[in-house]
Nanobody, 118 residues
């Protein structure tokens, strides 16, 4: 069974930093890539960043230069370092992978809340 567990969210002031973690397990039949998305109240969920098993990374323009994704394969964990946080970064942050179970399906964690005050 695929399991994704996010942690590390919290409340910070603008300009602050947080490090989010996504611990994963049971990903044998999943694509070798993990994504971070976020969803602010009243808005659609949006892509933030991804990291492939071989290390290739991608970022949304809105976070490029401020957020850094990394992975620790020994710990089965992907991290998202959030720096220079802005109030508009306030959202629930989710990690996601895509796994095969008869067809390809997205698997999401439960999310971790990030709140940035001005």
């Amino acid at each position: 069974q695929v399991k994704l567990v996010e942690s590390g969210g919290g409340s910070v002031q603008a300009g602050g930093s947080l490090r989010l973690s996504c611990a994963y397990s049971g990903v044998t039949y999943c694509k070798p890539e993990l994504n971070w998305h976020r969803q602010a109240p009243g808005k659609e969920r949006e892509f933030i960043s991804s990291i492939a098993s071989e290390g290739r990374t991608k970022y949304a323009d809105s976070v490029k230069g401020r957020f850094t994704i990394s992975q620790d394969k020994a710990m089965n964990t992907v991290y998202l370092e959030l720096n220079s946080l802005r109030p508009e970064d306030t959202a629930m942050y989710y990690c996601k992978t895509t796994c095969f179970a008869g067809s390809w399906v997205d698997v999401w964690g439960q999310g971790t809340q990030v709140t940035v005050s001005s």
